[in-house]
C-alpha cells in the first residue's frame, strides 16, 4: 500500500539490473570411480581431502588401490573436490538390486533366560484420551481374535415436566457438574422468553446452556435436559434446588455416568488393566513406565500377543499390528550387527558387549575392535527404543555413529532388561566386496539404474572425469561419450594409458584397439603415456620394492586444478610443461622410452601426451593435445577453457527463460554475456587483449526474425578468439656478418 500513487510521496523503486553478474563456473572437481575397501555402492560420496576418502570408502588394499592412490594424487597436486563412486558386480546392471558384495554381519543374543511369555508393550504414555466405543482386537498364542471394547457414558439428567413453564423473573436453578464444590446459579430474566410464564423447553435449555459450564443442556422428549462432557463414572449431574425447580421438576438425586474409566479424556493403565482383561482370555495386562504392555499367560515360543490392525486403539495407546512371541528357555537374537558397507573389510571387525560404565543394569557398552585394536566404544546405550540412548539411534547416527559398523534391535519381545545382550565377543563374517565377476559394465553403469559412470548424472558440478585402473577400449568410449554426448561437452576426461604399453603399443590401442582418436566425441578427452611411478605405500601388499606403478589421471586431475587455481584464467593455460604440469608425489616413469625424443616424436602427432623427465627431475605432462586434432579447440587449455565460458554462460542466463522476448531483453544478454568476456579478457583467456579481436557477442535481429519469437526462442551467438600453445619453440642460428656487411657497403 505504501508505493501506491495516491496521496503526494517520494516513492523508491529499485529497477532490475541492466547487466547481471555471471559466475564462472567450477573448472577443478572430479568424478571418478574405481574399486574400493568400503564405502557406499549405487551413490557417489563427496570428499574434499584424503582424509574424506578414507572415512568412507577406507585405505589401500590388495583389491582395492588404484583408486585411492589417485585420489592421494589428485589432492596432492591441487584438487579441490571429488565425487567418488564406488564400483562393484553387479548381474544385471539396470538393476541396482543385484550387487553381489555383501555386508559383514554378527548376532548378540541375551543371556540364557527362562521361558518367556509373548509381551506387546505400547510406545504412548498414559493417561489416554479414548472414545466411546473403541476396540482393541487381540490374537492372543495365534488363536483366534478376541475384542475389548471401551464403554464410557456421560451422566445425564432430564426434567421431569414437560413444556411449557410457568416460570417467573428472577427465579434460579442450582446445579453441579461432576461433583465440584460450589453449584453453579443459572438466573431466568423475563427478557429471555417470549412469554415467561408459558417458557418452552428450548427457550430453558438455551438459558441454562448460555450460564452453565462442563455441561450441554439440549431438549429430550419436550424437556429441558443436562448432559455432562465428560465420559465415564466420575461424570455426575446433581441439581442441588432453586426456585425454578417446583416448574421444571428436576430430580434433586445426583446421576452419574458409567464406563470402562472415570474419565475417557486421562484414562490410566490400570483402567485398561480392567477392560482388557474382562474382555480377553489369556493376557495379562501391566503399566511399563506408563507405557501398556499386555502379556500372554503362557510361556515358549509358541507363546505371542498380536494387535491386530482392525483396532481403532492401536494407535492410540502405540501397539504395532506385528507378532511378538515369547521365547523357551535359553539365550535369544537381540541384536545384530552389520559392517556400515558392503565389503571383506568387516570381516576384521569384532564387536564386544561389556557392562555400562553407568551401572545402569538395561545399559551396556559397545565396542568395536579392528584387526583386534580397539576402534570405537559407544558406551551405556540400551536395546529401549523410546530412550535417547537406544543403541540404534547412537551408533547408526549419519555424524556421530559408527564409521565401520550399524546395527539393528532384533526386537526380542522381552521386556527390559531381559533384551540386553549378554557380555562377549562376537566376530563379524559374510562381507564381499563384491569384485567377482567385475567387468567393463560395471564401470559404464546404467541410465535407468544410475549406475557406473550414471551415478554423477544429477551432479551438475564436476568437471573432469576419471576412471584410475580400468583402462580398456569399453570404459574409454564410454567416458567419450559421458562426457560429450550425456554431460553436452561440460564434462573433459582424462584418460590412463593400459599398463605396460610401448609407445608402439600405445599407438595402436589409440589408434585401432579402442579407436578413440579423431572420433566425434573424442575433443571432450585427452590421454597420456606413460604410467608413473610413486613411493610403495605398504609393503605388505606390494612387497619389498621402493615404487609401484599407478595410473597417472589422479595426479593429472589434480595438476588440472592447481594450474586453474594458479591465477585467474589459469583454465585458459596449457596443463603442460615445466612449472605447470609437474606432477607431485611421484617418483619416476613406468618405462624411460619416453624420455627417448625420438618415441615421442612418435607418438605426440598421434595426439598421445607424453609423461617425461627429459627436461624436469620430477614427471612432467610433456604434451596438450585432445583426442581430437580437427576439432574447434584441439587443445586442452583451448577446450577446458572453451567448456568454463561455456558453462559459465549456461548458469548465467538462466534468469532469461520465461521472461517477455523484446529488443530490450536481447540486449541485456547481449550486455550480461559481454561484461563476463570482457573480464575474461583482462585474464588473459583469448589470443588478443583487445576485446574487439578476442571475442564477439550477438543477440541481433539479424539472428532473431519474427519467426524465432513466433518459436519463443531468442537466438545468441559468441565467438572467442583462443590462444594456441606453443608447441614448439624454433630458434634460428646464423653466423654474424653485420661487421662485414657494413664493411662492403662502406668499400661500394
Not at 461433583?179 to 453453579?184: L, P
Not at 416448574?247 to 434433586?252: C, E, H, K, V, Y
Not at 475417557?264 to 488393566?273: H, I, Y
Not at 579402442?514 to 606413460?530: F, G, H, K, L, R
Amino acid at each position: 500500500m505504501g508505493n501506491e500513487l495516491l496521496a503526494s510521496k517520494v516513492v523508491i523503486q529499485e529497477e532490475e539490473p541492466k547487466i547481471r553478474q555471471i559466475r564462472g563456473a567450477p573448472t577443478a572437481f572430479l568424478y571418478v570411480e574405481g574399486t574400493a575397501e568400503k564405502g557406499p555402492i549405487g551413490s557417489y560420496q563427496v570428499c574434499t581431502s584424503p582424509e574424506d576418502y578414507d572415512k568412507y570408502f577406507g585405505g589401500v588394499t590388495a583389491n582395492a588401490y588404484d583408486l585411492p592412490l589417485a585420489i592421494a594424487g589428485f589432492f596432492e597436486n591441487g584438487g579441490q573436490r571429488a565425487y567418488v563412486n564406488r564400483v562393484v558386480h553387479f548381474s544385471d546392471i539396470a538393476n541396482a538390486n543385484s550387487k553381489v558384495s555383501a555386508q559383514a554381519s554378527a548376532t548378540h543374543q541375551t543371556s540364557d533366560l527362562v521361558a518367556s511369555a509373548g509381551s506387546v508393550l505400547g510406545s504412548v504414555s498414559e493417561t489416554f484420551a479414548l472414545a466411546d466405543g473403541d476396540t482393541l482386537d487381540l490374537s492372543v498364542d495365534g488363536g483366534a481374535t478376541d475384542t475389548a471394547t471401551f464403554n464410557a457414558a456421560a451422566a445425564a439428567l432430564t426434567a421431569g415436566n414437560t413444556e411449557t413453564y410457568a416460570l417467573s423473573d428472577g427465579q434460579t436453578l442450582t446445579v453441579k457438574i461432576d461433583g465440584e464444590a460450589t453449584a453453579q446459579t443459572v438466573t431466568f430474566n423475563t427478557s429471555e422468553f417470549v412469554a415467561i410464564g408459558a417458557a418452552t423447553a428450548a427457550e430453558v435449555a438455551a438459558v441454562m446452556n448460555a450460564e452453565l459450564t462442563g455441561c450441554a443442556v439440549d431438549v429430550n422428549a419436550g424437556a429441558p435436559r443436562i448432559t455432562s462432557d465428560t465420559l465415564g463414572t466420575d461424570s455426575e449431574i446433581e441439581v442441588t434446588g432453586g426456585t425454578a425447580n417446583t416448574a421444571l421438576g428436576f430430580s434433586t438425586t445426583p446421576v452419574n455416568g458409567t464406563g470402562d474409566a472415570a474419565d475417557a479424556d486421562v484414562v490410566t493403565v490400570a483402567e485398561l488393566k480392567t477392560l482388557i482383561e474382562g474382555d480377553v482370555t489369556g493376557v495379562t495386562v501391566s503399566s511399563d513406565s506408563g507405557r501398556t504392555r499386555i502379556t500372554s499367560n503362557t510361556t515358549g515360543a509358541s507363546s505371542s500377543v498380536q494387535v491386530e490392525a482392525s483396532s481403532t486403539l492401536d494407535t492410540k495407546l502405540g501397539f504395532d499390528n506385528a507378532t511378538h512371541s515369547g521365547a523357551d528357555a535359553g539365550a535369544v537374537n537381540t541384536l545384530r550387527v552389520r559392517g556400515k558397507y558392503d565389503g571383506a573389510y568387516a570381516n576384521n571387525l569384532v564387536t564386544e558387549i561389556a557392562a555400562a560404565t553407568s551401572g545402569v543394569t538395561a545399559e551396556f557398552n559397545l565396542r568395536v575392535l579392528e584387526n583386534g585394536v580397539l576402534a570405537e566404544v559407544f558406551p551405556n546405550v540400551t536395546m529401549d527404543d523410546t530412550a535417547s540412548n537406544f543403541v540404534e539411534n547412537i551408533v547408526n547416527d549419519t555424524t556421530t555413529g559408527s564409521e565401520l559398523i550399524e546395527v539393528e534391535d532384533l526386537d526380542s519381545g522381552l521386556a527390559s532388561p531381559d533384551d540386553r545382550p549378554v557380555n562377549g565377543q562376537q566376530s563379524l563374517t559374510g562381507g564381499d566386496d563384491g569384485l567377482t565377476g567385475l567387468d567393463d559394465t560395471d564401470y559404464v553403469g546404467s541410465a535407468v539404474s544410475k549406475l557406473g559412470l550414471r551415478a554423477f548424472d544429477l551432479e551438475t558440478l564436476g568437471a573432469l572425469l576419471a576412471v584410475p585402473g580400468r583402462a580398456t577400449s569399453d570404459v574409454h568410449n564410454a567416458m567419450l561419450t559421458y562426457c560429450s554426448v550425456i554431460r553436452n561437452k561440460r564434462v573433459f576426461a582424462v584418460l590412463d594409458p593400459p599398463e605396460g604399453y610401448t609407445a608402439e603399443e600405445i599407438i595402436t590401442y589409440v589408434k585401432t584397439t579402442a579407436a578413440i582418436q579423431n572420433t566425434v566425441d573424442s575433443e571432450m578427452a585427452a590421454i597420456y603415456w606413460p604410467r608413473i611411478t610413486i613411493s610403495n605405500p605398504n609393503e605388505t601388499i606390494f612387497g619389498k620394492v621402493d615404487d609401484i606403478v599407478v595410473p597417472p589421471s589422479g595426479h593429472i586431475c589434480g595438476m588440472y586444478a592447481r594450474v586453474d587455481g594458479m591465477k585467474p584464467g589459469g583454465v585458459y593455460e596449457a596443463p603442460a610443461g615445466i612449472g605447470y604440469g609437474e606432477l607431485r608425489g611421484t617418483t619416476g616413469l613406468e618405462t624411460e622410452e619416453v624420455n627417448d625424443e625420438g618415441k615421442r616424436d612418435l607418438i605426440y602427432p598421434e595426439l598421445i601426451n607424453p609423461i617425461d623427465t627429459a627436461v624436469s627431475a620430477r614427471p612432467m605432462c610433456d604434451g596438450n593435445r585432445t583426442l581430437k586434432e580437427d576439432g574447434n579447440f584441439p587443445t586442452i587449455g583451448e577446450r577446458r577453457g572453451v567448456t568454463y565460458i561455456e558453462n559459465s554462460v549456461y548458469n548465467g542466463i538462466q534468469w532469461a527463460r520465461h521472461r517477455k522476448i523484446k529488443v530490450s531483453q536481447r540486449k541485456r544478454l547481449e550486455r550480461t554475456v559481454k561484461s563476463f568476456l570482457l573480464i575474461q579478457t583482462r585474464n588473459d583467456a583469448f589470443a588478443s587483449d583487445d576485446p574487439a579481436k578476442a571475442f564477439f557477442v550477438d543477440f541481433g535481429d539479424a539472428l532473431n526474425p519474427a519467426s524465432a519469437a513466433f518459436g519463443r526462442q531468442i537466438i545468441g551467438r559468441l565467438g572467442v578468439a583462443t590462444a594456441k600453445p606453443a608447441d614448439f619453440i624454433i630458434v634460428r642460428v646464423s653466423q654474424d656478418t653485420r661487421a662485414l656487411d657494413l664493411e662492403l657497403a662502406e668499400a661500394a
